[in-house]
């Protein structure tokens, strides 16, 4: 069975930095585009970050970019986002997702695109 497992979510003041880690079963890691997608209280589940399955290539969303990097290490199975900077409007959970590679896209930036998810790990940012 598929699992994802995130990790290294907490209460941060605002400024400060965490890094989230997704632990993903080896069997499918390295042939996964992943991604990390959030929600917030009372919000649909918006996306963060997607990297391809070398490392390669990275998108993210136009909130985070230059304050957050994603980034993967197939040997060890994990792919993690570090954030930096955070703001109080960063709170929510965070989740990784897992999507097989086509030939059109190496990023995914829509949940439609993900076919495993974790469970998610609770990032809260005071100000």
Do not use: H
């Not at 290539?57 to 993967?72: A, E, N, Q």
């Not at 897992?98 to 190496?106: I, L």
């Amino acid at each position: 069975q598929v699992q994802l497992v995130e990790s290294g979510g907490g209460l941060v003041q605002a400024g400060d930095s965490l890094r989230l880690s997704c632990a993903v079963s080896e069997r499918i890691f390295s042939s996964y585009i992943m991604g990390w997608f959030r929600q917030a209280p009372g919000k649909e589940r918006e996306f963060v970050a997607s990297i391809s399955r070398s490392g390669g290539s990275t998108y993210y969303t136009d909130s985070v970019r230059g304050r957050f990097t994603v980034s993967r290490d197939n040997a060890k199975s994990t792919v993690y986002l570090q954030m930096n900077s955070l703001k109080p409007e960063d709170t929510a959970v965070y989740y990784c997702a897992a999507g097989p590679t086509s030939s059109s896209s190496r990023t995914y930036s829509t949940a439609d695109r993900y076919n495993y998810w974790g469970q998610g790990t609770q990032v809260t940012v005071s100000s």
